[in-house]
C-alpha cells in the first residue's frame, strides 16, 4: 500500500500540468501503484479566492473518494475563510488543510493564521505546509515567493503542540531543530520526503535516526513532479520492510484516519 | 576514511534500482534489458580517448558528475560515496568534474582540481570519467591544461563554468580546442527571469545556441535542465541549436520535462545527468513517458556516441 501526502488537481498559475484531474492524476497512480493520495487544488495557491479551487477539488474527488482525500487551502486573510472552513469540514469531507503564508501574503504568526490553526486543530483536522511550490529560480517575472524558512516552522509547531503539521516539499531539516535528535520540540509534525536526499547525504535516513520511522511519510508533489524520484528513494534507502511501510502508507493512514 | 582506494578497481554491485526499473513504464523494456545484456556480455569497443575500456553499449552514464574538492575534510568519504549511490542506481559511469571551491578559479587552483579528478580516475578505474575545468580567462595556460588532460590523462571531456558567458571572445580558443580534440564541452548554463547577483557572467541556452552557430562543429552540453531556472525556455532556446545537447540533471523534478525536451530538440540531443541530485535524476527518466529506445539514448547512447567521436 502506497499513501502519498502530496498531491495536487487542478491548473497552476505559471506552468502547464499535466495528469491534474482526478481521472488522469487516477491513471498515473495506477501505472506507479500508488493506492491513494492527498490532494489540494493547484489553482488556489494563486487564486484570490481559494475557496474557488476547493469547490473544484470536491467536485473532481466526487465518486473517487477512496482514493482521492481532499485537503482544503484557506486563505485566513480572505473574506469569510471562517465559512470556507466549515463548508471544506462538514460538506466537502476534507480532512486537512494546505497552507501557503508566502503565496497569500500572511505570517503563521498573525492573528488571523492563530485563529484558523486553531479551528482546524479544533477541527481533527492535519495541516500541511508546502515549503516551497516550485524551484524559485525558474520563477515568473512576475513575482518572487521565497521558500518558507524552517525557523517559522519551529515557532510554529512550538506554539500549537496540539495541532498536527506534515511539512511538505522541504529539505535541509537536519540543519536545524526540526531534524535533529532531542530537539525538544512537540512530535506533531511529520516530514514529507519528495526532496529529500536518500543517497549521498541520506537525509531521510538522517530524520529516520534522529525522529523515528513514524515521523517520515511518503510524498511525490505530483503532477508539479513526476512520482518517480519518490519512489526511487524509498526503493534505496536502507531501512527494513517493516519500517519502509510505515513510510509508504501506515503512518500517513494513522494521522489521517484512513 | 577505511576502504582502501589506490588504483583498485570498485566492484560493481547489483544495483537497488535495476536497469529494468530504470526503463519501467516502457511496453518492450524486459526485451530492451534482455538485449543489453547479451551485447553488454558479448563484449563492447573501447571508446576512443576514455580513461578506461569499460565503456560499454547499454551502460548508464551520468554525464553531469562532481568529485569533491579536498578542502572539505570528508573529500574521501563523499567520493566513496558517490560510487555507492551510483551502485545503488544502477549507474556505470560518472564523467566528473572538480570545480574550485571559490571561482573564478585561478591557473593553479583549476589544474589542482584536475590532478585530483585524476587521481579520482585512478581511485575508481572504469566507473569515474574526467573533464577537465579550466577557467577561460587563463589563455595559454587553460589550453594547455586542456591539452595535457585530454592528450596525457585520457580526460574525456572540457567542463566550463561562469567565469566568462560562453559567447565572450575569451572563450572561443577554448572551443575551437575542443573541436581539434574532438571532445566535448560540458557548459554550465542557467535561465532566470532575474539576474543572478552571484553569476553575472552565467551563460543560457540562448548563449550556447549563438555559440553553436559559430561553431557548428562543436560538440556543447547545455547543463543541468534541470537546475537551470525557466527549463522550459531553455528547451525552446535550444531547438535550433543541433549541436547542443541538453543535461538532464538538476534538482527539480517537475513532470513533463523530459517529454518536453525530447518533443522540442528530439531525443538524440538529450544525456542522462544527474549533478550529484542522484535520485532525482534516475526517477526523472524513469518516470518520462517516452519508449525504452529512446530511453536507452538518454541513458548512454548519446553520451557514448559523442564520445566515440574522438579518434583514437
Redesign the interface.
Known amino acids: 500500500m502506497i499513501v502519498d501526502v502530496n498531491a495536487y488537481l487542478g491548473h497552476f498559475a505559471f ?5 491534474n484531474t482526478a481521472a488522469a492524476l487516477l491513471a498515473l497512480m495506477d ?1 506507479k501503484k500508488i493506492d491513494k493520495a492527498v490532494v489540494s487544488s493547484a489553482g488556489s495557491i494563486t487564486y484570490r479566492n481559494a475557496q474557488a479551487g476547493n469547490e473544484e477539488v470536491a467536485a473532481e474527488v466526487r465518486g473517487h473518494r477512496d482514493r482521492l482525500i481532499p485537503f482544503a487551502v484557506i486563505n485566513p486573510f480572505y473574506a469569510g475563510w471562517q465559512d470556507d472552513l466549515k463548508i471544506c469540514h462538514e460538506e466537502f469531507g476534507m480532512a486537512g488543510l494546505r497552507l501557503y503564508p508566502n503565496w497569500h501574503n500572511y505570517q503563521f504568526s498573525s492573528s488571523c493564521c492563530r485563529e484558523l490553526v486553531n479551528a482546524a486543530t479544533e477541527r481533527g483536522m492535519v495541516i500541511s505546509i508546502p515549503i516551497r511550490v ?2 524559485n ?5 512576475l513575482l ?1 515567493v521565497p521558500d518558507l524558512p524552517l525557523e517559522e516552522i519551529v515557532e510554529l509547531v512550538k506554539a500549537y503542540p496540539k495541532a498536527r503539521f506534515i511539512l511538505l516539499n522541504g529539505i535541509g531539516y537536519t540543519g536545524c531543530p526540526l531534524g535533529r535528535k532531542d530537539n525538544g520540540l512537540p512530535s506533531n509534525y511529520a516530514i514529507e520526503l ?2 529529500l ?4 547525504a541520506n537525509e531521510l535516513g538522517q530524520l529516520i535516526t534522529n525522529l523515528g520511522t513514524e515521523r517520515v511519510m511518503f510524498g511525490t ?13 524509498l ?2 534507502l536502507d531501512a527494513s520492510e517493516a519500517d519502509k511501510e510505515k513510510i509508504r502508507s501506515q503512518n500517513a493512514m494513522a494521522w489521517l484516519q484512513l | 576514511m577505511t576502504t582502501a582506494h589506490t588504483n583498485q578497481s570498485v566492484p560493481e554491485h547489483r544495483p537497488q534500482i535495476s536497469r529494468r526499473a530504470l526503463l519501467k513504464d516502457s511496453a518492450a523494456a524486459v526485451v530492451a534489458s534482455a538485449l543489453l545484456s547479451a551485447r553488454a556480455a558479448a563484449g563492447e569497443q573501447p571508446i576512443p580517448g576514455a580513461s578506461s575500456d569499460s565503456l560499454r553499449k547499454g551502460r548508464v552514464i551520468d554525464c553531469h558528475a562532481h568529485l569533491t574538492h579536498r578542502s572539505r575534510s570528508t573529500w574521501e568519504t563523499d567520493d566513496r560515496k558517490l560510487i555507492e549511490a551510483a551502485d545503488k542506481l544502477g549507474i556505470g559511469q560518472l564523467c566528473c568534474s572538480m570545480l574550485t571551491p571559490h571561482r573564478p578559479a585561478t591557473a593553479d587552483g583549476f589544474r589542482e582540481c584536475n590532478q585530483w579528478t585524476a587521481d579520482g580516475m585512478r581511485r575508481f578505474p572504469g566507473r569515474v570519467l574526467g573533464y577537465c575545468y579550466v577557467n577561460p580567462g587563463y589563455g595559454r595556460e587553460a589550453l594547455e591544461e586542456i591539452r595535457r588532460c585530454i592528450g596525457d590523462r585520457g580526460f574525456i571531456g572540457i567542463k566550463l563554468y561562469n567565469e566568462y558567458t560562453c559567447t565572450e571572445p575569451l572563450v572561443f580558443p577554448i572551443v575551437e580546442l575542443a573541436i581539434k580534440l574532438d571532445v566535448p564541452i560540458l557548459h554550465h548554463a542557467s535561465h532566470s527571469h532575474y539576474f543572478v547577483e552571484d553569476q553575472p557572467r552565467m551563460s543560457d541556452g540562448g548563449h550556447l545556441a549563438e555559440l553553436a552557430r559559430r561553431y557548428p562543429e562543436a560538440m556543447l552540453i547545455c547543463a543541468h535542465i534541470s537546475g537551470g531556472g525557466d527549463w522550459e525556455w531553455t528547451i525552446k532556446a535550444l531547438r535550433h541549436a543541433p549541436n547542443v545537447l541538453l543535461d538532464t540533471s538538476g534538482s527539480v523534478t517537475d513532470e513533463g520535462t523530459v517529454e518536453m525536451a525530447a518533443a522540442v530538440v528530439g531525443v538524440d540531443r538529450l544525456v542522462f545527468g544527474c549533478d550529484s541530485s542522484m535520485t532525482a535524476g534516475v526517477g526523472k527518466i524513469r518516470g518520462a513517458n517516452l519508449s525504452t529506445q529512446d530511453k536507452e539514448k538518454i541513458l548512454g547512447e548519446n553520451m557514448m556516441k559523442l564520445l566515440r567521436r574522438r579518434k583514437p
Open positions: 506552468r502547464r500540468l499535466r495528469h501505472s516550485e524551484d529560480r525558474q520563477r515568473s517575472w518572487n519528495s526532496r536526499s536518500a543517497v549521498l508533489g505530483m503532477p508539479f513532479n513526476y512520482p518517480d524520484p519518490a519512489l526511487v528513494k526503493e534505496v
